[in-house]
C-alpha cells in the first residue's frame, strides 16, 4: 500500500458502488494529516493540491514533492491530484510532479470555450497517462451556488463529456466551495439524472458544506469522489487558536501545529467512515 494513480481509486470505488476521499493540501502538515486519519480509518485516500494552494508556496515543486514523499511511506493506498488548475502550464506539470491525475477548471469560461480548452487539455493527458478531472456549472463560492440556474444541466453534461473526452466530471448540485457550516441542501434527483447521463465518474466539490446525511445519500444517488478542504482548515485554525488562548507565551510552533494536525486527522478519518457507510441506491 503506497502511492497510486488517482483513477485506480475512483475505479475502484464506482465498482464498489462507494466514493473515495480526497483532500486538499496547504502545508506538509495538511498531507501528513490526511495520510494520517486515511490510516486510522483503514481507507485509501487521494492528497489534491490546487493551483492556490501552489500560488501560496510560490512554486509547486517543495510542497509537491512533500506530497509525494509522504504517500510513498504510508501504510493505506494514497493518490496524488493537481486541482482547480486553470492554466495549461502547470497540467502539463502534473506527470514531472509525480501526480496521475488532475482537474482542468474551464467552469468560468463560457460553454463552447469551456469545452475546447477541456478536450485540449483532456487530449494532452490522454497521450501522456493522466487522468483529466473537469466541471460543468458553478460549484463556485458561497454566493449564488444553490441557485437552480448554475447547476449542471444533464444534456448538457452528457455533450460535454462526450466532446472533451474527460475522466470524470465534477457537477454543481447545490455544494458550495467554502462553507464553514454543514447546512447544504443537495439536490439527489439531479445527482441521479447526471449519473445516468453521463458514463464517467461524478465529483462533488465543496463537500465540507454538506452534513453527513446529505453526503451518505448524495454517494448513495451516485456521487464517486468527494472533495474535502474547508473542513480542515476550520479543524486546524481551530487548534491552534485553542492553544495559543490557553498558552499566550508558547513559542515553538510545534506546539500547537502538533494539534492542528491531529485535528486535521480526526477530521479525515470521520469523512472516510462516513463514505465507508454510504450504499449506492
Not at 452534513?211 to 486546524?236: C, S, W, Y
Request: aromatic share 4%.
Amino acid at each position: 500500500m503506497t502511492l497510486v494513480p488517482a483513477a485506480v481509486l475512483v475505479d475502484d470505488a464506482r465498482e464498489a458502488d462507494a466514493a473515495v476521499g480526497a483532500f486538499n493540501v496547504i502545508t506538509l502538515e495538511h498531507a501528513e494529516a490526511v495520510v494520517a486519519g486515511a490510516e486510522r480509518a483503514g481507507r485509501p485516500v487521494v492528497l489534491q493540491l490546487s493551483e492556490n494552494a501552489i500560488a501560496f508556496h510560490r512554486t509547486p515543486d517543495a510542497i509537491a514533492a512533500a506530497c509525494v514523499a509522504v504517500a510513498r511511506t504510508s501504510s493505506t493506498d494514497v493518490a496524488l491530484h493537481l486541482d482547480h488548475v486553470t492554466g495549461d502550464e502547470l497540467v502539463r506539470r502534473t506527470a514531472d510532479l509525480g501526480f496521475s491525475s488532475v482537474m482542468y477548471d474551464g467552469s468560468k469560461h463560457p460553454y463552447d470555450a469551456n469545452v475546447a480548452r477541456t478536450a485540449d487539455a483532456a487530449a494532452w493527458a490522454s497521450e501522456h497517462g493522466i487522468w483529466l478531472e473537469a466541471e460543468l456549472g458553478e460549484v463556485g463560492g458561497k454566493d449564488g451556488a444553490h441557485a437552480p440556474g448554475v447547476r449542471t444541466d444533464p444534456a448538457e453534461a452528457r455533450a460535454f463529456v462526450e466532446a472533451t473526452g474527460v475522466d470524470s466530471l465534477a457537477v454543481a448540485v447545490g455544494s458550495s466551495h467554502a462553507m464553514t457550516s454543514q447546512d447544504a441542501r443537495l439536490d439527489h434527483d439531479l445527482i441521479r439524472a447526471l449519473r445516468d447521463a453521463v458514463p464517467v465518474p461524478l465529483v462533488l466539490h465543496g463537500s465540507s458544506g454538506v452534513p453527513d446525511d446529505e453526503l451518505r445519500a448524495a454517494i448513495g444517488a451516485g456521487m464517486v469522489k468527494i472533495n474535502v478542504g474547508t473542513a480542515l482548515n476550520v479543524a486546524f485554525t481551530g487548534a491552534v487558536r485553542e492553544h495559543l488562548a490557553a498558552d499566550g507565551t508558547v513559542t515553538d510552533p510545534r506546539k500547537y501545529l502538533a494539534g492542528a494536525r491531529d485535528a486535521i486527522s480526526d477530521v479525515v478519518a470521520h469523512v472516510l467512515g462516513v463514505l465507508a457507510l454510504s450504499p449506492r441506491s
